[in-house]
């Protein structure tokens, strides 16, 4: 069942949804609706060119565990020779705005200006982040999601040179495993993210993982 959302802060049981993972459509992209979503596993989705927000909650999960990131012999290989720097949070809204452009191009998933304003909001409260990647100055590659509790949820990334993205996902891996982070939702899965370590958990158990306490 695909429910339609009011004015009101709340969202229906996700168990209720339908089975491809859409829950509800309407509502709107503030702050505290978009807390309350990821919170409960539930993310914003635009259909392509449309202004109705779609919400999902799949009940299978696509995620990595930061401690299970699995990093290839020619990615440990691009790491060491130090060609790119990677930096945390310096240039969100430019790694949205290239994410939004290229986005653009692929049906089904348009990230519109309003989608890259609530996010950037978000980021500004302390509730998203984002990932660089430079060559000589040049943004390359990147990636940026939103942070609660003890997870991060993946929301898009960029390649404008090979591998680009994934050295951004590897380095959010391991910073974040540093700093008590213990799950990254994929949202789906995809041949990259399955090779680095991405594997399905049922919508119960990812749950376990939220929690309200920590800010990356």
């Given at each position: 069942?695909?429910?339609?959302?009011?004015?009101?802060?709340?969202?229906?049981?996700p168990h209720y949804g339908d089975p491809d993972g859409l829950l509800a459509v309407g509502g709107d992209l503030s702050i505290d609706r978009l807390i309350l979503a990821y919170s409960n596993g539930i993310f914003p989705w635009y259909a392509f060119r449309e202004e109705l927000i779609q919400w999902w909650c799949p009940m299978d999960r696509f995620v990595i565990f930061p401690d299970e990131i699995h990093i290839s012999h020619s990615m440990r290989t691009l790491i060491n020779k130090g060609k790119y720097e990677i930096t945390f949070n310096e240039a969100f809204e430019d790694v949205i705005q290239t994410c939004g452009e290229l986005r653009m191009e692929q049906e089904g998933a348009w990230l519109g200006r309003k989608m890259m304003e609530a996010y950037t909001h978000l980021h500004e409260q302390g509730f998203a982040a984002s990932v660089e990647v430079w060559e000589e100055e040049q943004l390359v590659g990147g990636l940026y999601?939103?942070?609660?509790?003890?997870?991060?949820?993946?929301?898009?990334?960029?390649?404008?040179?090979?591998?680009?993205?994934?050295?951004?996902?590897?380095?959010?891996?391991?910073?974040?495993?540093?700093?008590?982070?213990?799950?990254?939702?994929?949202?789906?899965?995809t041949p990259h993210l399955k090779t680095m370590g991405g594997?399905?958990?049922?919508y119960d158990e990812y749950m376990t993982y939220i929690e309200q306490d920590y800010r990356f």
């Open positions: 069942m695909v429910f339609q959302l009011t004015d009101k802060l709340a969202f229906p049981d999601g939103v942070t609660l509790g003890r997870c991060f949820f993946g929301e898009s990334m960029f390649s404008l040179v090979p591998s680009a993205s994934k050295l951004a996902l590897i380095h959010l891996a391991q910073f974040f495993r540093e700093h008590g982070g213990v799950m990254i939702d994929c949202q789906f899965e594997r399905h958990i049922s």
